[in-house]
């Protein structure tokens, strides 16, 4: 598909599209792993291609995460082209060349969103410039989801998800922090919905977010029930500019943190984000839930965190 990315053509590529030399020394595999472990790294910059290479370096780099030869999949968001309701593409190119380099031998984005959002957000174009995938399931045949039973779920007790996810090795989960009216705010693990059949919006939403006072505590569970059963080898929260009103599709008034967050505990990473809507994690109940799943740490105190801005 395509030619393995070497270092110098990783950072020839990057010079070229102007976003200089920041990672000039940072790309070697026996000299990437950062002086202690962290568990969530938080790069701030005007500069989010930058910035999504040094949070992944900051972590130990993307071949801690991606196997020479793997299939990787990534789950980003192209849900509308309003400013602060999709990732970035700067941020999803630099997670296709980082694999890349890694040693990738497959890299496609999935999902069941048509085509003109991927379009329209500027995604597929990076995608099509990057030799990789653009892999959409059609909605309109349930065949192409798979039925997978959901032995911790609270309420969500079977999901449909692509089929097409079971053909990697390795999911990159990209999401977009943002409003949502249906949840207190969509982070990491709301992302994950992105593979689960529209079909299976009754389980998920029971009733109007609008008017219904359980339709919240009711979704954010099954969020956090599904993500007991897909488990992402690597996060990646975009939190550079966001909606945070009249999301998720907006428009609606934007905040700009300026920041790309990573790490592999879901639970922290959206703990940590948050605290950009003054939310405490234990008051939102998809991160509660998800750590009485036991699939990560809300406690931020108990975490290593490097925070730096470039």
Not at 34 to 43: A, K, L
Not at 172 to 181: D, R
Request: glycine content about 8%.
């Amino acid at each position: 598909m395509f030619k393995k990315i070497t270092r110098r053509s990783f950072l020839k590529q990057s010079a070229a599209i102007g976003i200089g030399s920041a990672i000039s020394g940072k790309m070697s595999k026996s000299n990437s792993l950062p002086d202690e472990p962290v568990d969530i790294s938080v790069v701030k910059s005007q500069n989010y291609y930058e910035a999504t290479i040094k949070a992944v370096e900051f972590l130990g780099g993307m071949q801690k995460f991606i196997p020479e030869n793997s299939r990787v999949a990534i789950l980003a968001n192209p849900q509308s082209n309003n400013p602060g309701t999709y990732t970035k593409p700067e941020i999803v190119q630099a997670v296709i060349r980082m694999c890349k380099y890694a040693g990738a031998r497959d890299i496609g984005c999935i999902g069941w969103l048509p085509k003109y959002m991927w379009e329209n957000t500027g995604i597929k174009k990076v995608i099509d410039s990057e030799g990789a995938d653009l892999v959409i399931t059609n909605t309109r045949f349930p065949g192409q989801f798979r039925k997978v039973h959901v032995p911790k779920g609270a309420i969500l007790k079977e999901a449909r998800i692509v089929r097409t996810y079971f053909n990697y090795d390795i999911l990159v989960n990209i999401n977009i922090t943002k409003e949502h009216s249906g949840v207190c705010f969509s982070g990491v693990m709301k992302n994950l919905m992105g593979m689960n059949s529209p079909a299976s919006d009754q389980t998920f939403h029971r009733t109007d977010p609008s008017t219904g006072q359980d339709s919240i505590p009711h979704l954010e569970q099954c969020i956090a029930d599904l993500n007991t059963i897909i488990r992402p080898h690597l996060c990646i929260a975009d939190s550079t500019e966001f909606v945070i009103t009249n999301g998720p599709m907006g428009p609606g008034r934007l905040k700009t943190p300026m920041k790309v967050i990573a790490g592999t505990d879901r639970v922290a990473i959206d703990s940590f984000c948050a605290s950009f809507f003054g939310l405490k994690p234990e008051n939102v109940i998809a991160i509660r839930k998800a750590y009485e799943h036991g699939l990560g740490e809300m406690d931020l105190s108990k975490l290593k965190i490097k925070e730096v801005e470039i």
